[in-house]
């Protein structure tokens, strides 16, 4: 699976574009807080600028960032999120909010409990496998119930602090971990976690 090409992260018409930014926010009808974010951050007008030529959807975009940035407790955040996905039926993933956004409603569900995370899990694999949202996310979510249920996890990228150390949890398959890390667009551990690269290191040499 290859994000080089991915038509959401290319926008090579950025700058001719940004130069007509006002025009374009207007026609469109932008709503007043996504305004301002799109005049203050040229990066973000990148993502708007894929968002007008997929046509994303503007009136789910504002609601995610008002989700993240403003004070909500995590069960309003859930609550948030169930609403949005109750709409459209499934994960808001990148033809929905932009890779930019993808994430916020994730890292919403990574937050949840184990029944909440379940409740997702296969919105998240449908997003992977129709490239609406990058696999790492569901690596990460895989992994966490994985945890949860007290089993060893399989990508690795769930840890814990014993006395101020990070430490990974147990992982199912240690010698290809890396490759499986790798199918799911991570790093492998050595690269991404230099400490916790080499304790798997040790832990392989054992074996």
């Not at 890390?181 to 991570?186: N, S, V, W």
């Amino acid at each position: 699976m290859s994000y080089d090409n991915d038509p959401y992260t290319s926008c090579q018409y950025v700058e001719k574009e940004y130069r007509k930014m006002s025009n374009v926010i207007y026609q469109n009808n932008i709503p007043w807080p996504l305004h301002c974010l799109i005049l203050r951050e040229k990066a973000f007008f990148q993502s708007y600028c894929n968002a007008i030529n997929l046509k994303l959807d503007s009136n789910i975009i504002n609601q995610i960032i008002t989700i993240r940035d403003d004070g909500h407790n995590d069960r309003e955040k859930q609550l948030a999120i169930d609403e949005i996905v109750f709409k459209i039926k499934k994960y808001p993933g990148r033809s929905t909010i932009g890779i930019d956004l993808e994430y916020v409603p994730w890292k919403i569900i990574q937050n949840g409990d184990i029944n909440y995370l379940e409740k997702y899990l296969n919105y998240i694999k449908i997003s992977v496998e129709s490239h609406d949202l990058h696999p790492r996310y569901l690596a990460f979510t895989i992994d966490k119930i994985e945890v949860l249920k007290g089993y060893p996890q399989i990508y690795g990228t769930q840890s814990y602090y014993n006395e101020g150390k990070e430490e990974l949890y147990p992982i199912k398959d240690l010698k290809n971990v890396d490759m499986l890390r790798a199918q799911m667009g991570l790093y492998p551990i050595r690269g991404s976690r230099a400490s916790l690269g080499d304790i798997i290191v040790d832990r392989l040499r054992n074996k």
